[in-house]
């Protein structure tokens, strides 16, 4: 198997239901921006945030093909066959509990933070950025398209994402810059 198809040469791309739409279709750009905030995770472990962020990370990630896959699959052909490729109300349970768990172990928040601090809190502050923006578009292909707990997700994904830099940073010793 060769890494090219020359299926894409003219500007098209498909889908899991066999559709083919343009490169720049909302839906191309929604699960593209998710698999921007994937490679930006990416960037995120290797600057080694501590075995525990990592792991997380690492789940973060399975899941975010998950979610890029059920944006593909506009017809729901694969996510209810393939139980990797579908996301939960759990999920999003889970994601809850890890944001309770690490934020009880951080200062409260007094004012607006600077993003920054060591390289895995500031990629994961840029990380955040790119989640917001995977949501944007996500929201952008209409109510009523895409299964509701995947903007449910994506939105706590973001807050995670969020108190994960917070975490790396102090686990660091990198001081909080308020605004």
């Known amino acids: 198997m060769t890494i090219y198809t020359k299926t894409g040469d003219a500007g098209e791309t498909g889908l899991f239901d066999g559709t083919r739409v343009a ?5 191309i750009d929604a699960y ?4 921007e905030l994937n490679a930006v995770l990416g960037i995120v ?3 080694q945030p501590g075995a ?3 792991s997380l990370l690492a789940r973060i990630q399975r899941d975010l093909f ?6 593909a699959d506009p017809a729901s052909r694969i996510a209810d066959r393939v139980t990797k490729a579908a996301l939960g109300p759990e999920d999003v349970t889970r994601l809850e509990g890890w944001i309770d768990e690490i934020e009880a172990g ?4 007094r004012r607006f933070i600077h993003a920054g601090g060591v390289p895995a809190g500031a990629a994961l502050h840029l990380a955040r950025t790119v989640c917001r923006r995977a949501e944007r ?3 952008a ?3 009523g398209t895409v299964d509701p707990v995947i903007l449910v997700y994506i939105n706590r994904l973001s807050d995670l994402l969020f108190v994960m830099a917070r975490a790396a940073n102090r686990r660091a010793g990198a001081p909080e810059q308020e605004w």
């Not at 951080?106 to 928040?109: F, I």
């Open 66 to 71: 998950a979610l890029g896959a059920q944006l």
């Open 106 to 109: 951080l200062p409260p928040l």
């Open 137 to 139: 578009r996500i929201v």
């Open 32 to 35: 593209g921006d998710v698999d």
């Open 45 to 47: 472990r290797s600057h």
């Open 23 to 27: 490169k720049s279709d909302a839906r």
């Open 141 to 143: 292909l209409g109510a």
């Open 52 to 54: 525990e962020l990592d």
